[in-house]
Each structure stands twice: as C-alpha cells, then as structure tokens.
C-alpha cells in the first residue's frame, strides 16, 4: 500500500513578515526623460516594523522625499515592489487606493500643504470628514489633538494668521486625526524650537510604540535622532545603511 499522501504544508508569512509595515524591494524612480533625466531611487530595500519609529536621514537630493512619497503611495515606482501592510498600490483601482491610503496613512508634507481657506480646527478634522465621520466627533477629536501639539488657543486661526512652527504642529495633527496605521513625516521638527520639537517627538514616539503602527521621519534635525528606533542612512538614491537607534522616550521628569 502506498504511505498516506503527505499533506501540503499551510501557506502563513513567515514570522517575521508578520511585523512588516513596510516593504520595499529594489524599488527605482526617476523624473524626466532623456537628457534631463534625474534617476531619484536606483533600488531601494527597506523594511519598517511595526512599533517603530525609523528615521531616513541623507543629504539633500538623495531621493528621502521620492522614496516616503512612493511608500505613501503619492508617487509610483518605475520599477521594484513596495508593499504597506501587505497592500500594492499598483494593484488598486485609483478608488480604492485613495479610500485605503484615507484611512490608513497620514503625511506630513515639508511644505504643511494646509488648504488656506479652512481654520487650524477644519484642517485638522478634514481627514475624518471625508470619511463621512459625524461633523461633531470630528471637530472635537481634532480640537483635542490640535491642544495636545499646544495649539488649544489658535483652533479658528486661518493658516496664514499662524507661525511656520504652528503650521507645522497643525499639519502633524491632520496626519493623525484618524488613527493612521503608517504615518510618514518629511522633516516634521523643521520650524519647531527644541522644546515644542520634542514635545512633538513625544507624541508621534507614542503613537509608534501603538500596536500595528508604523512610522518614518526623513530628518536633518540630529536633535531627534534620538527618538529613533532605527536610523537609515541614504545616499544617491540608495539605503547605504541601517543603525539601531535609542528608541528613546521623552526624558522623565522634564518638560517632553
Ligand atoms: N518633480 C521632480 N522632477 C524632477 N526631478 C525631481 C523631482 N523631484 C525630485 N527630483 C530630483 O530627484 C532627486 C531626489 O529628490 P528628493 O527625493 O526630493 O530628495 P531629498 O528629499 O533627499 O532632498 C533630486 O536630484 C531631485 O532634484
Ligand atoms: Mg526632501
């Protein structure tokens, strides 16, 4: 009699595939055509976990905001794999992907990209209401977070009635109001003093120790470093290299 058939194995990720937010693999982009082409990520490999808060520190021109563009989904690749949860972009309808990246990512842009029209308090829970989330709900949750960045006196200023530091802090609320499992900043301390930058750093160091979130900060500011669970060095469109960093908490005792 022939053995028993052996069964095939069940397909589950690997253990440590589990803790992936972030995949990428040899990911390429570039701008242009002929002579003016400008070849911004040349094969990019880079996993994020979930828990952490990685930093992506390089000289200007690298390609940082090219490749957190790519990992929120704002850009396309040219060619490689990126991966967010499990989830390529490429392979949603433009409906779906906008609806997904709605919910799941927030971005702060370098230049803050508030819409000028709209209060402090209106930009701010514009992520939760075009989710259709009840207008009451909205505003207090964003009202509640715009007072944790210390901005509980300037809900009804217009963008332009604030300072480059203010706009920034509304900008880092918008990118969280709805709880998104990835956030990704570009250079979020860039108008901030070294104690409203830390108190910042706090808050989004808070969020990334949240179970099944993801962060990614492209940074020149070494006074953060030090929040950093893992540094990634890149250079002319490459990760040259990866470091553990202190992870750290915002000091006990002090102002954070
Ligand atoms: N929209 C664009 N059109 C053409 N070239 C671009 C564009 N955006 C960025 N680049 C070029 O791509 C390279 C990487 O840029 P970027 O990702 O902005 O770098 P970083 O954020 O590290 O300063 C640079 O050489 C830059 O000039
Ligand atoms: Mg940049």
Not at 119 to 128: F, M, Q
Request: charged residues 20%.
């Amino acid at each position: 009699m022939d053995p028993a058939p052996v069964p095939a194995p069940i397909e589950r990720p690997h253990e440590d595939e589990i803790d992936i937010a972030v995949h990428c693999s040899d990911v390429m982009k570039a701008y242009g055509a002929g002579n003016t082409r400008v070849l911004a990520l040349r094969g990019v490999d880079l996993n994020v976990r979930t828990g952490e808060m990685l930093m992506l520190v390089g000289p200007s021109g690298c390609g940082k905001t090219t490749l957190i563009s790519v990992i929120a989904g704002i850009l396309d690749q040219d060619a490689g794999e990126c991966l967010v949860f499990g989830e390529d972009f490429r392979r949603m309808r433009t409906r779906d992907k906008t609806h997904w990246r709605g919910r799941n990512i927030g971005f702060v842009f370098q230049s803050f990209n508030l819409l000028p029209t709209l209060t402090a308090v209106e930009n701010v829970a514009v992520p939760l209401l075009i989710q259709h989330q009840p207008r009451a709900m909205a505003m207090a949750r964003a009202s509640a977070l715009l007072e944790r960045v210390g901005l509980k006196e300037r809900l009804r200023s217009l963008p332009s009635q604030l300072s480059g530091g203010q706009q920034q802090r509304v900008a880092i609320a918008r990118a969280l109001v709805h709880g998104p499992r990835l956030i990704v900043c570009d250079e979020p301390t860039s108008a901030l003093d070294h104690e409203t930058g830390s108190s910042v750093m706090g808050l989004l160091r808070e969020i990334a120790r949240g179970e099944n979130r993801a962060l990614v900060i492209v940074t020149h500011d070494a006074r953060i470093f030090p929040y950093a669970d893992r540094l990634a060095q890149m250079d002319d469109g490459r990760i040259k290299s990866i470091s553990a960093g202190q992870g750290a908490a915002p000091p006990q005792g002090t102002h954070p």
